[in-house]
């Protein structure tokens, strides 16, 4: 059309031309944009992995976390993979229910006697 805009032959709307954006001159560009992500600076360096939790973040989480931890009823590959649980429910909820507390303390206290 000569002023920098485009539109197709279905009479659809008019856009700016990719070469000149609108202003009717090219851009000093020049060449292909690289739209691919082969540049280094796209991606992750190998040393700046993110650090693996080791531990609940929340106040909940991490109040269960020290329960857990402290019972001497359960063994240690159980409360490892409590903690990991715990964790886990954090990262998928936000923080942990109180559904969730229940669960996870009945699993680690001495039950009630029977009356």
């Not at 920098?4 to 700016?16: E, P, Q, W, Y």
């Not at 609940?56 to 990991?84: F, H, M, N, W, Y």
Request: proline share 5%.
């Amino acid at each position: 059309m000569g002023d920098g805009r485009i539109s197709n032959a279905f009479g659809g709307d008019l856009k700016t031309c990719p070469s000149c954006h609108g202003s009717g001159r090219r851009s000093d560009e020049g060449g292909y944009r690289d739209v691919t992500k082969t540049k280094p600076s796209h991606h992750q360096k190998p040393g700046a992995a993110a650090a693996k939790q080791t531990w609940p973040t929340t106040a909940e989480g991490i109040e269960l976390a020290k329960e857990v931890r402290d019972s001497g009823l359960v063994s240690a590959d159980v409360k490892s993979r409590l903690i990991q649980e715990i964790m886990d429910h954090e990262t998928s909820h936000g923080r942990c229910t109180t559904t969730f507390l229940k669960k996870v303390r009945k699993q680690v206290r001495v039950p009630a006697p029977a009356k």
